[in-house]
């Protein structure tokens, strides 16, 4: 029985008449998290986790929105629907849906590693697992984070002893807060808008997480020297990045593990950190769920299928329309409105 | 830290480093710690003295995917994203856990060197012993050593610099010092940079010096009077040497090439010892220069045979004389230097030896006039060079120009795309370009250069939407994007489809305005080398 069909619109659960991160507007969406590829505007009825709630409303404005917590069973038509963490950014969730005991599982975007925000991703036992595979090749295999967080404070001590700002380019929901977090041993951290943004939203809504200034036009040239700045990847190569000359670029993305990316992107320094499953993590996620059947999205989900196929795992590979946050990260920048 | 972590540092700095200065500071530090014999090694490496390869790309695949437990269509999945071989393999081999790696650069490359005389069992156990010893920067750079090709973006400029800082002596010396012929096996740091090598080494060459393309108009340079015009040349760049009745012939690129031009060696018992001409290998028949092409088809063979001799001779067309009777002679004048060099190839006096001839002008417009005829004189433009200036080493600004004429271009069509490499691994930058023949179309050239990142990244997004078929690496893409390619010579080419082939072919610029209805055709290609092409 197909629980969730692959649809125009999007991932479709017929039983339950709604929608997993829909790419067109529809009238139920259930939302795993709020980058902009998975929660897309002009929906009439968002359910999402609590967490999540408060970024969608900032980012997609007022609507309908419904927040439910992690393992809370929703029963929508004939389907008990639930949320379970998925460790990729605040709020970020795996859909469950169950009908007559078959369990089919959206793991939305994942990692296995515990950042301490987004909360411990949960393999979830099921008969079908649609995951994700945007580092699905064997060459991406991460580092403990504390071993980056080490090699960025690193970095820009020395950046600082040499005379040079740092800016540190993170995606503005899920890196930026890590990396902030790992920094804040430092006084005076600055940001763009957009990250600035979604940290004060966060900190209203009780995290505990550093405060960060915020550049504006009458930020004070002279008190950005040596400074550590924290801006979104879009804002790349922008004029916006004169004003903290003389400074070096770090990248902080999973995508630095390939050292041409590192040069294409003209970084000085890449940092590899990311918010996405490594090529083990998709691996001992998928195969902790038990299931049988797996599809794999947005990512190298050709290889991965592959893959899964060889150990055994009757695997498919399905087109979405995500993966556009990961694409921003590793590729060239588009001039960002925050 | 000891000898290839270091290095391995050292590398990776110069590989993120975007900035001249910090890739000199990386290599100052690197030479104020490393031992002198991993020095050594640095310097033959980073100007391209790499050991001949001892393990093939095949078998270091094959071992990575054994020891990796990959299947090969996974790895070649890898190797296509990663776009480079000995990093794909330093990601997917399992990373160590050790202390130091007590191993120097020099122990790895000398056991690489001895490794090309080994059977492949014992290959194999060399290198699943050292990748086990190595860290995943380390792997990459051992990888490195044996797939070669270190594009880190080092000139060998930026090395003579640290190398000068280092140990305190002009730039112009260590070039000198460490170009030509010597063994990084059998020669120590100070005796290569202490000049004891130099005064001993017959073969030794001395630095080019080289030109930046001219920007400004050249009556901006000042009075015509002051300058010396010739053609501009398209050969190898070289050095004729003799010193103690042996005759060497060395490439722009440091290679020693003189068994390629056996025409050469008539010049051994009529030149004068302690000689160093400065010129540019060139095919040409009567004294009159020929297509570049024809030289191409003598470089990279083994042996020249006699009926390439008849077919494509060559001639040394003289620059300028570095070296007279022994005594270096570069700080003189041009013009000095010059009338050295007149006196000497009019005494020798051979088919094999030809001045490049000084043109006449009387002011710059002459000279305007002059340049457009250039193609018809077989070169691809001028060469403005100030007669008071001494020979310098490496490329500067100010007392030689270059003045080439403008490209040729035609309109094409983009019809297959390939990701390209390096740093731009994940995007499809190397395309193939067609013309129209009828209502068919015809390939006739790559491209892989002359796009902005922003226009490379656009290019790609199109290749990524409108493939019509995937072979291997390689995508068909609806014919609609329209690019002017611009590019140096054309020539007859039997092994083209077009029945051409282009010298530098790049993109000059896309056009947006035109659609694939008014890109050139086949009949304009051969136009062009009917014209151009003899
Ligand atoms: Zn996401
Ligand atoms: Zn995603």
Redesign the interface.
Known sequence: MNLITFTEAGLFCSLGQFYIDPWKPVDRAVITHAHSDHARYGSKHYLCHTYTKPLLQLRLGEGNYQAIEWGERININDVVMSLHPAGHIIGSSQVRIEYKGEVWVFSGDYKTENDGLSGQFEAIPCHTFITESTFGLPIYKWEKQETIYDEIRKWVTQNMEDGFSSVLLAYSLGKAQRVINALEQNQNIYAHGAICNSQELLINQGWELPSVQRITVDTEKSALKKSIVIAPPSADGSSWMKRFSPFRVGVCSGWMQVRGNVRRRNADAGFVLSDHADWDGLISATAATGAEKVYVTHGFQSAFSRYLNEKGIDAYEVKTAYGQEEEDEGKETKIDTP | MNGMSLFATLVHAL????KTNDKLDALVDYFGEASPHDKIWVIALFSGRRPKRAVTSTLLAAWCREK?N??Q??FE??YH????LA??IA??LP?IKRGINPHSLSYYLEKLIDLSQNSEAEKKSFILESWEQLNRQEK?VFNKLITGGFRIGVSQQIMVQALARTVSLETSLIAHRISGKWDPMTTAFEELLGGELASTDDSKPYPFFLSYALEQLPEELGLHEEWQAEWKWDGIRGQLIKRNDKLFVWSRGEELITDKFPEYNALLNILPNGIVIDGEIMPSRDGQPLPFALLQTRIGRKNVTRKQLLEAPVSFFAYDLLEIEGHDIRSFSLSDRRKNLDAIVKSVNHPALLVSRIIDFNNWNDLKILRDRSRENGAEGLMLKRMSSTYQVGRKRGDWWKWKIDPLTIDAVLVYAQKG???????YTDYTFAVKDGDKLVTFTKAYSGLT??E??QVDAFVKNNSLEKFGPVRTVKPSLVFEIAFEGIAASARHKSGVALRFPRMLRWRHDKNVDEINTLEDLKRMLEIYGK
């Open positions: 590989g993120t480093s975007t990796a990959l299947s269509w996974l999945e890898c994203t990663v776009g480079d990093e794909t990601l997917l990373e990459f490499h390096g740093r731009r691994s994940n995007l990142d922003k490379f990244a």
